[in-house]
């Protein structure tokens, strides 16, 4: 299914949102992070009180999660023999295992049985305690994994970056197997999940470490793997979170035929430059490490910017950290304007009348101000031209 990017791209429309997080549930709760990860009383705990008690705080505005086991992003890797490592205060981390493009290939042609391998056994446990404990809902399993060129990245270490350019026939023979094994997972863990597969609807990716591969690369090493990865997940939409990529690298997210796109974060980009490189239409979001640096009326400003300069949508997450009397007021302020914004386009309101809802002072230049990119893109991070 490809979209038409002609159309894609409504101008017309314009969403927010603001949900909260497993991180947020820990904090509210004094939940230690390695406990919720690992004890699942701790992660019931953590779920059962937590979600009241963020919703007192915040409001019916703040989307609650749907509860989940530990959102785990390397099971995936885990079940091929990567360990997992569960420090104190710290998220979940993994170990390379393959020591060259030989003993990775060859590994990856071994079947694999992803509901005994690894830690697999111990989170399906997990869920069904969970179950129990929230019989009126659905708990999903969290053991999830990652897009291929980041798996590539998990299983060979720094070393796949070098591949690229020491053996190119035997890193894409890699690849191969290790987008085939990551589908062969995600059909597992959909199974688990009671979802159907491949997912006749769409399908999602996280692939933040493709923005490594430089733009001449990225033709021939990427997209084959994203191609393999999406054809096998969903004969439907596609959309992708790939962190830090360039402007020279967004023509690709319309070859490989996205419908939406988070940028997440990158220094090299902001709303107008993705406006002028692709027509993908993408979310723009407002990360909790932002919030630090930010007054309530920059906050208010990002939203009406977000809209003003192309995004088809802005959001947040109630993350750990956020938890408080400041945070609260600056996230009630980012619905305010996500409301305003919306109201504002739906009435017919052109995106640049949406701009006059800016402060003075952040109508100029508050993008560079965001990032600090200066860049030979510079010139495009001033007023996009969406109507």
Aim: net charge negative; with cysteine; charged share 20%.
């Amino acid at each position: 299914m490809r979209p038409d990017y002609s159309t894609l791209r409504d101008y017309s429309t314009f969403g927010w949102s603001v949900s909260a997080t497993q991180g947020a549930l820990r904090e509210i709760t004094g939940t230690p992070i390695r406990e919720f990860n690992l004890e699942p009383d701790a992660c019931i705990h953590a779920w059962r009180e937590g979600r009241p008690l963020i919703a007192e705080m915040f409001g019916p505005d703040v989307r609650l999660p749907s509860p989940a086991t530990p959102a785990v992003s390397y099971g995936h890797v885990n079940c091929l023999g990567s360990d997992l490592r569960f420090p104190e205060g710290g998220e979940v981390a993994h170990t390379h295992i393959y020591d060259s493009l030989e003993q990775g290939i060859e590994a990856l042609k071994q079947p694999v049985d992803f509901a005994t391998a690894g830690m697999a056994p111990f989170y399906i446990d997990f869920q069904a305690k969970m179950q129990a404990a929230f019989p009126d809902e659905k708990v999903s399993l969290g053991f999830g994994g990652e897009g291929p060129i980041t798996t590539a990245y998990e299983l060979r270490g720094e070393g796949f970056f070098m591949d690229i350019y020491d053996d190119p026939e035997g890193a894409a023979e890699f690849l191969r197997l290790t987008v085939d094994s990551i589908v062969a997972h995600n059909g597992w863990r959909a199974a688990a999940n009671g979802l159907p597969f491949p997912n006749p609807t769409g399908g999602g990716m996280v692939d933040d470490l493709s923005s490594f591969i430089v733009p001449r690369n990225f033709r021939r090493v990427v997209l084959p793997a994203w191609e393999r990865y999406y054809s096998g997940i969903t004969t439907g939409r596609r959309s992708a979170h790939v962190e830090d990529l360039r402007p020279e690298q967004l023509i690709f997210l319309e070859e490989i035929g996205l419908w939406s796109y988070d940028p997440s974060v990158s220094q090299r980009l902001t709303p107008p430059i993705i406006v002028a490189n692709c027509r993908v239409p993408f979310g723009w979001r407002l990360v909790n490490f932002h919030y630090r640096e930010m007054s309530v009326s920059d906050i208010e400003d990002f939203v009406y910017l977000s809209c003003a300069d192309g995004a088809s949508s802005t959001f947040t997450h109630v993350c750990d950290g956020m938890c408080n009397a400041e945070r609260f007021e600056q996230v009630q302020a980012f619905i305010r304007a996500g409301k305003e914004a919306q109201r504002l386009v739906s009435e017919g309101c052109s995106r640049e009348e949406v701009r006059q809802m800016v402060t003075p002072e952040n109508r100029e230049g508050y993008w560079d101000r965001w990032c600090g990119y200066l860049g030979p893109n510079t010139s495009r991070g001033g007023a996009a031209t969406a109507s």
